[in-house]
């Protein structure tokens, strides 16, 4: 590489979770890669963004090389979850003791993720990392596409990956449709220390108008907080000062443990749900939140993501091994067949419980607090819900399905 053009054999727009996993699988099997784009995360001192990790995407992140550069003593872990109707008496206990697994997920702030995948994407001669903030243009060609950047830098590879989020600035310019729903709710995100322990459980209170959950964080009384509600209520709950917004926060969440001190800033983004109409075309493909997005009441948005990243990874490295064009399209349609239907069924079903849990119909409250009990009463049912949660079931790639350790 060399002056303001760059050469590779892919480029990966986005400098997030899902580019930076990607770029470092690729990196791994000796793939020569240009990682465009900045993490932009929040930073000390700002909210903070907590992820929930399932077993699987743990196992994608080890082979990444991130997971053991994250600081232990700061990865939350939850052995059970409980989930109930404020409006009723419907609630479901999980227990990662039923599965025989120490633990059913973690809970980690991303600016840890962030830092961690940086000094992953470190460790790989092949790959270079350059600072984007906007595609200009993207010409395919034959045998390479071209991605012209607005300081008049160029990238050349046989494949772009658009990886950068859901305003993704590089899928148009592919001239792929986001057909896009608003939620015209925002879901609410800080972190707080509690009353009580949160005895490394995962708490979800559904109420009138969105879920409110308490992730546990590694100090015992300490949880991120993801309060999605609609939003004019959310930008009157930014405004309140802190200890009008603390009893405020209690109050929703039933004071299950007690007072909350509120020990961050306080952000807010939009919900929406996104599913683009393809995934790719010869010599670029989408991954993660540029490809889909989903409601975040089960947590799983940036595990479809890195599982995106793994299922891609897979695809390219065996057609590689084979001496196929990794930019040719029936390589990226063999990707698109295996994620879009898994992730365009998890889109259905999370936009199906917030419609059901969302409702003030009579009929759905009394349907949704008797389906409550009917699960938690089955063991099969709560195992079933339990596996595709962890990401334990499924049509997962090598890398997802690791035996590694469950704790942190």
């Known amino acids: 590489m060399s002056g303001g053009k760059f050469n590779a054999e892919a480029i990966i727009v986005g400098a997030g979770p899902v580019g930076s996993t990607l770029a470092s699988l690729l990196g791994a099997g ?77 809970i980690v702030e991303q600016t ?119 939003s004019d209520r959310a930008t009157e709950l930014l405004r309140m000062n802190p200890a009008a917004f603390d009893a405020q926060l209690a109050h929703a969440f039933d004071h299950t443990l007690g007072a909350v001190t509120t020990i961050s800033a306080r952000g807010a983004f939009p919900l929406r749900r996104a599913h683009a109409e393809r995934y790719c075309r010869p010599r670029f493909v989408l991954a993660g939140d540029a490809a889909h997005c989903v409601h975040p009441l089960a947590g799983q948005g940036a595990n479809l993501g890195l599982l995106d990243a793994a299922c891609l990874a897979q695809v390219l490295l065996a057609a590689r091994a084979r001496g196929q064009d990794i930019g040719a399209l029936e390589v990226l349609r063999r990707y698109e067949r295996w994620r879009r239907g898994e992730n365009g069924a998890m889109l259905v079903a999370l936009d199906a419980l917030q419609k059901l849990f969302g409702s003030g119909s009579g009929a759905l409250q009394w349907a949704r607090n008797a389906g409550l009990d009917l699960v938690d009463a089955s063991d099969m049912l709560k195992n079933l819900i339990m596996r595709l949660a962890t990401g334990t079931l499924g049509d997962l790639p090598l890398l997802a399905r690791s035996p590694l350790p469950a704790r942190p």
């Open 112 to 230: 840890l993720l962030d830092d961690a995948l940086a000094g992953a994407i470190q460790t790989h001669q092949c790959l270079s990392a350059v600072v984007a903030d906007r595609a200009e243009s993207l010409d395919i060609g034959r045998d390479r596409a071209v991605l012209r950047l607005e300081d008049g830098r160029e990238l050349s590879a046989p494949l772009v990956v658009g990886a950068d989020g859901f305003a993704s600035g590089v899928r148009p310019l592919a001239g792929i449709d986001y057909p896009t729903h608003e939620y015209r709710q925002q879901a609410l995100v800080c972190t707080v220390d509690t009353e009580r322990p949160h005895e490394f459980t995962a708490w979800q209170r559904f109420l009138p108008d969105g879920p409110l959950a308490f992730l546990p964080l590694s100090v015992p009384r300490r949880c991120a907080v993801v309060w999605s509600t609609a």
């Open 30 to 106: 000796g793939v020569e890669c240009v990682l465009a784009g900045s993490t932009g995360g929040p930073r000390p001192g700002g909210p903070v963004r907590a992820l929930a990790m399932t077993l699987a995407s743990r196992n994608v992140l080890q082979a990444a090389g991130a997971w053991e550069r994250l600081p232990r003593e700061e990865i939350g872990y939850f052995q059970k979850m409980r989930v109930w109707d404020a409006n009723g008496t419907g609630a479901i206990e999980f227990d990662s003791a039923e599965l025989c697994l120490p633990t059913l997920g973690y």
